[in-house]
């Protein structure tokens, strides 16, 4: 064939000159895409940096800003005079104001405490409730330092809602100084009790030597080294007067130090067993029907350290239900040797921890095997009783790059052994795409028509018969081997319904470990931006539980709760919140969903489709289906902050 010139070219050379010209344009298109990711970053950052703007500005606004610290110390201390103590010769350890500067956690708990008006207020509209439960509340007592002990009793005493009795069960503490003291304090109000072990024996004893003594329907366990906020058995109370089946209440706590300063809160979520069997992340302060606590025969000895554990672990088997007050009540004080400072200062603790979990996996009938984390946390490897066949749905738009390296990373790095690859295919038109097609020992599928993901999603499942299914974004890329393995053996349990992964950037920064509701922002993902390995707000980010939702870019369900459900929303949500929608329909239909950290992989987030969250109208419409989870989520936290999923406190 002649060129131009009246040169003969080749079949062979126009072959050559095609190809390339193909490789300039992809390199061509290479660039164009990272001068899009460039932007994209780009604007990432400018949002942040208008943020950091606005809490400048709003620091320079602040009367500490304005005026500086040493004229306003005055006025704050005269107020703090002003107010009614809770109770005679009881000042909270912690209550002064220490921090210079921005806000900080010790002074956001000062500004959360309630006014000595607000206390009053309390204590009047509890002295007409009728009936009101007497709380007993257990403390277990071993060589105390008196002031600390007299702090603990002090905070129970100073309580607002006055139908307690405080029951200390001294351990047989060698400081002479203790009995005399605990029998000081018995005379001193009537409602505190003493009782005192022959020999030491253990904490677990001493509690059910406590709980021998306990005449009330519930029964608090306070440590007897930590205290109370004045209105902690007011708002416990109240939960229950209007809960009149609960037979178990758990509130927020935090640590404070040596110095009285307040530090590391922990904002638990609403009950989540998946994240009780990863560790005691109820702990303080625990309120529990006193009939439930002898049906369980109390605390068992043998447990030291986690004897709450076992307890809880027990008690929640049985509970009716069981509430959660997101306040924080409960002050864990730090001290030298304690487990507060660091849990890995009383190894027995962790095993005793590992040792009641395994008692509890096999009272429950479930198979399998326990890790240990960090601390006193743990992960239950369950054994996967058959392994199903997966369906691994990825929908993809040519990008054929992204798809190549989504795919090559599951056959390199996955290790569960029955899994088939279903590539859908929405209108690709590049020839590198179609090539890379026939190359792939998977199912392709063909999907014409706008891009709508829970259509693509729902066609793909009835396309096919596996058992699983794996919904898996295009931008995504495996870490672990034992990913799709750490998956399996939650979506295997019948009550769930869904179980999702930890999905990283590339930088190693979360970007997926479940999703937040809320009215205001509808949807966001939790600890997104976080250091992958950041062990905030108990740890959580570490560990398997339970979440409102998770997203869809990487889901394991099952067929049949798919079908029960009705499959993703193709009218009403084809582009975003349709996994929201979808994992909420399914806890509407008695089934859980499972966040597990050990699925890990990189999510490019939506690099083929750009951001999927910000569609008002879609938005606009679950807030108006599900009105009621997004005023509250039951897996987070009233307490921390809503648009970034990034669990700072508010």
């Known amino acids: 064939m002649p060129d131009a010139d009246g040169h003969s070219t080749t079949r062979e050379e126009l072959e050559r000159q095609l190809a390339t010209r193909l490789a300039e344009l992809a390199a061509a298109h290479k660039r164009i895409d990272d001068l899009l990711e460039i932007a994209r970053k780009w604007k990432e950052t400018k949002a942040k940096l208008a943020r950091i703007r606005d809490e400048r500005d709003g620091l320079r606004e602040s009367l500490e800003y304005r005026f500086g610290r040493k004229f306003i110390l005055p006025f704050r201390k005269l107020g703090k005079a002003l107010r009614k103590p809770a109770a005679p010769g009881f000042e909270a350890p912690g209550s002064k104001e220490k921090n210079v500067g921005p806000p900080s956690y010790h002074q956001w708990v000062l500004a959360q405490r309630p006014s000595a008006e607000a206390l009053d207020a309390m204590r009047r509209e509890a002295a007409q409730w009728n009936a009101p439960p007497l709380v007993s509340i257990v403390t277990p007592v071993f060589n105390t330092p008196l002031s600390v002990l007299d702090e603990a009793v002090q905070s129970v005493r100073a309580q607002v809602y006055a139908n307690w009795e405080l029951i200390l069960a001294d351990d047989c503490s060698p400081d002479a100084r203790i009995a005399p003291e605990l029998e000081r304090m018995a005379a001193s109000d009537s409602r505190i009790k003493v009782s005192r ?20 329907e519930f029964v608090g366990l306070l440590d007897h080294d930590d205290w109370i906020e004045p209105h902690t058995l007011f708002e416990i109370v109240k939960e229950l007067r209007a809960a009149p089946e609960a037979d178990l209440v758990y509130t927020d706590e935090d640590k404070v130090d040596e110095a009285g300063y307040f530090l590391k809160p922990f904002f638990k979520p609403d009950w989540s067993p998946d994240a009780l069997l ?18 369980l025969g109390g605390f068992r000895e043998g447990f030291d350290g986690a004897q709450d554990y076992d307890l809880f672990l027990r008690a929640t088997e049985r509970a009716r239900q069981i509430l959660h007050v997101p306040k924080i009540l409960y002050h864990w004080r730090i001290s030298s040797g304690s487990t507060a400072a660091n849990a890995q200062q009383k190894p027995e603790m962790i095993d005793n921890g590992e040792r009641v979990l395994a008692d509890a996996l096999a009272r429950r009938g479930i198979k399998g095997r326990i890790e240990r984390g960090t601390g006193a946390r743990y992960r239950v490897r369950r054994e996967i ?28 790095r996955t290790d569960y052994p029955n899994y088939k690859i279903v590539i859908v295919d929405n209108d690709s038109e590049q020839v590198d795409t179609r090539r890379f097609f026939k190359s792939q020992p998977a199912t392709v599928l063909r999907f014409s028509g706008p891009f709508n993901f829970s259509a693509l999603n729902n066609f793909a499942v009835r396309q096919t018969t596996e058992p699983w299914i794996l919904f898996l974004n295009n931008d995504t890329e495996v870490i672990n081997g034992d990913w799709l393995t750490s998956m399996a053996e939650h979506i295997q349990r019948p009550e769930v319904g869904a179980v999702g992964a930890k999905l990283l950037y590339p930088d190693d920064t979360v970007q997926h470990a479940g999703v937040v509701l809320s009215e205001t922002v509808a949807a966001t993902h939790a600890y997104q931006h976080a250091p992958a390995k950041v062990f905030d707000n108990g740890g959580h980010l570490q560990l ?93 936290n009233e307490n921390l902050a809503r648009a970034e999923g990034a669990y700072s406190f508010r």
């Open 197 to 216: 072990l022959p020999q030491n024996a253990g904490i677990a004893a001493a509690s059910n030597a406590a709980l021998a003594l306990a005449r009330g």
């Open 278 to 295: 990863s560790h005691n992340y109820i702990l303080h302060f625990t309120v529990i029907r006193r009939t439930l606590l002898e049906t």
């Open 385 to 412: 009783a058959e392994p199903k066949e997966i369906a691994i749905i990825i929908p993809t738009k040519d990008r054929v790059e992204l798809l190549a390296r989504c795919v090559e990373s599951i056959r390199s």
């Open 544 to 636: 398997t539980r339970n979440y409102s939702a998770i997203t869809a870019a990487c889901m394991l369900t099952r067929r049949d709760v798919f079908e029960q459900v009705g499959g993703f929303d193709e009218k009403g949500l084809a582009v975003a919140y349709n996994d929201v929608d979808y994992c909420l329909r399914l806890q509407q239909a008695g089934y859980a969903v499972v966040y597990t950290p050990f699925a890990q992989l990189y999510h490019y987030e939506s690099a083929s489709r750009g951001q999927g969250r910000s569609n008002p109208a879609e938005a606009k419409l679950l807030r108006e289906r599900w009105p009621a989870v997004l005023a509250h989520d039951p897996f987070y």
